[in-house]
């Protein structure tokens, strides 16, 4: 039996990572460690919360007593590193502690690893670890920086970061390649591009889309919407995760993309549209209106509404995963023109979660952040 330790295994991508793992593999334990900040809650899991092979503890990355007694009691044989604060706006406001939770915090979950799974030293004086282990470290592409009209990121292209959060997610890879480098630790390292998909708090651009539909309110866009972002189904990522950790070679780095540039105006637009043709093919979403009502007239992109753009707002990003695709056989399977329907579908079918995830400090922080434009 293998054994996981999913950090961060309550938020967006660690959550439909738990989901995806416990349907594919019999024989695993996973142990999931979730600080439940406002994007981390249990909810999200409460299916899983009552398989036998899944335990919960609450708990932050930094704190060391916390996770070595995880250690102590179970034979971890994996660590898949989710646990981050992942909000470039947050980033901007208070920068402090996006760099206590993501760099100190995996500093702290590798000097960990490295001491319960040492069993010895080489003729070098290196560690020696049992074998089979593996420290996985899901970062991001906006630790490349930002990318002109043209080109992709590949894992040699320098790091660049342009914002506190993306700052942050390159200095934990940095930490992360330096106990490869220093103490020979089995690592890897994922860089992702924008993940949409089931579960994503809706901070993030479509789900805030969906959520302030659904609400009759405008729809922020920073700029004039001409970002480029490359999205990635989280299904798709989940299992390419997997991939990596399986059968990745020690201490790589692998970038995982899902071919899908699209600006950030042409998203809004496409998910205006597939609201109100989903309304239209199916009357009973409409019950999801807080504007009652069977006129659906209004779901149009007279909405858009454009804000003041992010400090230090990264114009593209573009991942080329052939290193992952010709390595390990992984390629994104989701088409976003499928995955957008998906996701649509799943929030309209799923605004309990909405609901429960947007009360208290959330709504607080989006009447600061956008008030009711």
């Not at 919360?49 to 990355?61: E, H, S, T």
Request: aromatic share 12%; glycine share 8%; hydrophobic share 35%.
């Amino acid at each position: 039996m293998k054994h996981y330790l999913v950090t961060g295994g309550a938020g967006f991508i660690g959550a439909n990572f738990v989901k995806y793992l416990l349907k594919k593999h019999e024989d695993i334990q996973l142990i999931v460690l979730d600080d439940l900040t406002y994007a981390g809650n249990l909810g999200t899991i409460k299916e899983e919360l009552k398989d036998a092979r899944f335990v919960f503890i609450k708990g932050n990355i930094v704190d060391h007593q916390v996770v070595a007694k995880i250690f102590e009691k179970y034979p971890i044989d994996y660590v898949v590193n989710f646990a981050a604060e992942s909000h470039v706006d947050r980033s901007i406001e208070n920068p402090q502690l996006f760099l206590q939770t993501n760099i100190l915090g995996t500093q702290n979950l590798l000097d960990i690893a490295k001491k319960y799974w040492t069993t010895g030293k080489d003729e070098n004086g290196y560690p020696v670890y049992r074998k089979s282990v593996k420290y996985l470290q899901v970062s991001t592409d906006e630790v490349y920086g930002s990318l002109g009209e043209t080109g992709y990121f590949t894992e040699k292209t320098p790091l660049d970061p342009r914002s506190p959060y993306s700052a942050s997610k390159t200095g934990a890879d940095l930490i992360v390649s330096a106990y490869s480098e220093t103490y020979n630790l089995p690592v890897n390292i994922t860089r992702c591009s924008n993940n949409y998909g089931p579960y994503h708090f809706p901070e993030k651009l479509i789900p805030l889309i969906i959520k302030n539909i659904l609400e009759g309110e405008k729809l922020p866009v920073y700029g004039d919407g001409s970002n480029v972002r490359d999205w990635l189904y989280v299904e798709d990522h989940c299992k390419a995760i997997d991939l990596v950790i399986l059968n990745g070679k020690i201490g790589e780095v692998y970038n995982i993309g899902g071919h899908n540039e699209k600006k950030n105006i042409d998203i809004v637009k496409l998910t205006i549209a597939t609201i109100r043709r989903l309304m239209e093919e199916n009357p009973d979403y409409k019950k999801t209106l807080k504007k009652k009502g069977n006129d659906i007239s209004w779901i149009n992109n007279d909405l858009i509404t454009f804000v003041k753009d992010r400090l230090g707002h990264d114009h593209r990003y573009a991942i080329d995963p052939a290193k992952i695709t010709n390595e390990l056989g992984w390629y994104p399977e989701t088409k976003f023109e499928d995955g957008i329907v998906k996701t649509i579908r799943w929030y309209l079918e799923n605004q309990h979660w909405i609901e429960e995830v947007t009360s208290g400090e959330y709504q607080r922080y989006y009447e600061q952040m956008y008030g009711n434009r």
